[in-house]
């Protein structure tokens, strides 16, 4: 628990950012725990009142400080950056799994979501008959430019034969 941290103890900082990574840190400082400032939390006992710490942990040469982390928990995301923190290995494991098996499933569906994007753009053709001929003609268009690029590419190299042939000719006749 974040509460009874130590100057020395081991944190774990799991970054899911855009570029994911895990540090460990050791931790610095912990403020004394306070109640926490304007929360929303209703305990069921009116009695107990969410108890907050301020972290402060040694990351390589780096020095970061987690404000208003919940006392009484082992892992916390931050909401700072993109941080998870954590005192506990397993907390951590775990936390690290679940993004992985999150990534994993929206890779899996990607497949499903290029279909469906397919079907959309198909079934707003269907209900738009002019967004189809605006379509239709988008891709004559583009067929046309490519068409047309195409025998400009066979023009100038019909043109550098006819300009190799005129001079191996030219250099026959002497």
Do not use: W
Not at 111 to 130: E, F, G, I, R, T
């Amino acid at each position: 628990m974040f509460g009874s941290l130590k100057s020395g103890s081991l944190i774990y900082i799991l970054n899911k950012g855009e570029n994911p990574s895990l540090a460990f840190g050791q931790v610095l400082s912990v403020s004394a725990p306070r109640a926490k400032v304007g929360s929303q939390f209703m305990p069921a006992n009116p009695l107990q009142i969410e108890q907050v710490v301020d972290i402060s942990v040694k990351v390589g040469d780096d020095t970061k400080t987690f404000s208003n982390v919940s006392a009484n928990l082992n892992i916390v995301d931050t909401g700072n950056g993109g941080y998870v923190i954590s005192d506990d290995k397993n907390a951590i494991t775990n936390e690290v799994e679940r993004l992985g098996a999150f990534s994993q499933n929206a890779l899996d569906s990607i497949p499903y979501h290029k279909k469906m994007v397919s079907a959309c753009k198909q079934m707003l053709l269907n209900l738009n008959p002019s967004l189809k001929k605006e379509n239709e003609r988008d891709e004559e268009i583009a067929n046309l430019r490519k068409d047309f690029s195409e025998m400009k590419g066979m023009m100038a190299e019909f043109a550098k034969m006819l300009k190799g042939a005129s001079n191996s000719s030219m250099f026959g006749k002497e």
